[in-house]
């Protein structure tokens, strides 16, 4: 038999490796555990530090960065019971307490509740000042808090009654919010055609200059009244009566003096 060039057998010991799977690729996943640590004490260093920063990483699986667990001989602090915590100063003036209706309880009962009128009228509001609607709103907004805590205490607790009553009392409370709102809108528009009526007045300044209204015609009528109200005066100094146009004055013939002088009366 004639042996066989060097080059061709390693060709076919090659093949027959490829054939028998022994130059298969490895399809197993790379193993990501981390090395077990030895427990150690502070302070000091670690004996079996590893010194591999990102051990325990993986970019395919997407593994997050790992957490070290340390464990010191400290003692962990422990509870303190329930009955030995300082008591809790809180301000009794607090504004938080206007959100419940009564500090005993966290809700009304439905007796309580129920106990309403009804809510105001627009016509009623229309005689109130800015001020009075002012507080009648902020005062239906700390109602209307108070009716969500003790419903939201309500739900909490689970304790099944006084939903209908809460119900109906916020809706008298929103309708007095609503003519809060109505009667507000109203003095509005009633404003906004004000301030379109001033824009064409003279009499009224807009520019924030100088006084916001000047009557000038009523100036004027006042000067030509106290003009004709001053009386005249003649060249010697005295006062001279001036009698209105088309007014007759009568005068009484005693008193106008004669052409003739009088003589002198007999001297006795």
């Known amino acids: 038999m004639a042996a066989m060039p060097l080059r061709a057998g ?3 010991t090659t093949g027959a490796c490829q054939s028998i799977g022994v130059n298969k690729q490895q399809t197993a996943s790379l193993s990501t555990t981390a090395a077990l640590w030895k427990r150690h004490v502070y302070k000091g260093a670690r004996d079996n530090a590893d ?12 593994t997050g960065t790992r957490w070290r667990l340390s464990m010191s001989d400290e003692p962990l602090p422990k509870p303190v019971p329930r009955d ?27 007796t309580e ?6 809510s105001w009228t627009v016509e009623e509001l229309r005689h109130k000042s800015w001020d009075d609607l002012h507080r009648l709103w902020w005062v239906c907004v700390k109602e209307r808090n108070r009716i969500a805590t003790a419903n939201w205490e309500r739900n909490k607790s689970k304790l099944g009654f ?11 409370v929103r309708g007095t919010m ?5 009667v507000l809108t109203e003095r509005y528009y009633a404003w906004e055609d004000a301030v379109k009526l ?14 916001t209204f000047t009557p000038r015609e009523f100036f004027e009528e006042d000067q030509e009244a106290a003009a004709l109200e001053e009386p005249a005066v003649s060249p010697m100094g005295e006062a001279v009566e001036q009698t209105e146009p088309g ?13 003739k002088p009088q003589s002198e009366a007999p001297r006795i």
């Open 162 to 172: 006084g939903e209908s009553e809460a119900r109906e009392r916020d809706m008298m």
């Open 178 to 182: 609503k003519a809060i709102k109505h």
């Open 198 to 211: 001033a824009e064409k007045d003279p009499e009224v300044n807009l520019s924030g200059d100088g006084p």
């Open 51 to 62: 010194h591999s920063k990102n051990r325990g990483e993986s970019a395919l699986r997407r």
């Open 84 to 110: 030995q915590l300082p008591p809790i100063e809180t301000d009794p003036n607090h504004g938080l307490w206007e959100f419940f209706a009564n500090r005993k309880t966290v809700a009304n009962p439905p």
């Open 10 to 12: 390693r060709q076919a």
């Open 247 to 259: 007014t007759g004055a009568t005068l009484d013939p005693a008193t106008i003096p004669s052409s």
């Open 113 to 118: 509740d129920a106990k309403h009128g009804r």
